[in-house]
């Protein structure tokens, strides 16, 4: 299993949107919780948001009203449309993995995607 997070991120204005997309490839059976994580500079990596192969969405209080994570199964990717930026908001953004293997569980993470919101 693979994820591909290259796309979406940049650079935007305070109270402007972008939208990240991860795309998962490979094996990608059993796959119970895509997410998103994000960790700004100096500070530990913090989950945003997170959807589960039911549709049940979770999201980090900071982000809450103005991020939506959502998922297209057809096409094994999870999005996150980020509104109302603000510049607390920078980090690198990270798309998260989760699966349950006959082996056992395995995380996947991408590689990031940098986000800055300027003033």
């Known amino acids: 299993l693979r994820c591909s997070c290259r796309l979406g991120g940049g650079l935007v204005q305070a109270g402007g949107s972008l939208r990240l997309s991860c795309a998962a490839s490979g094996n990608i059976v059993r796959l119970i919780t895509m997410g998103w994580y994000r960790q700004a500079p100096g500070e530990q990596r913090e989950m945003v948001a997170s959807i589960t192969s039911g549709g049940s969405e979770m999201y980090a209080n900071s982000v809450k009203g103005r991020f939506a994570i959502s998922r297209d199964t057809s096409k094994d990717t999870v999005y996150l449309q980020m509104s109302k930026l603000k510049p607390e908001d920078t980090a690198v953004y990270y798309c998260?993995?989760?699966?349950?293997?006959?082996?056992?569980?395995?995380?996947?993470w991408g590689k990031g995607t940098l986000v800055t919101v300027s003033s």
């Open positions: 998260h993995l989760f699966q349950v293997l006959a082996t056992g569980p395995r995380e996947n």
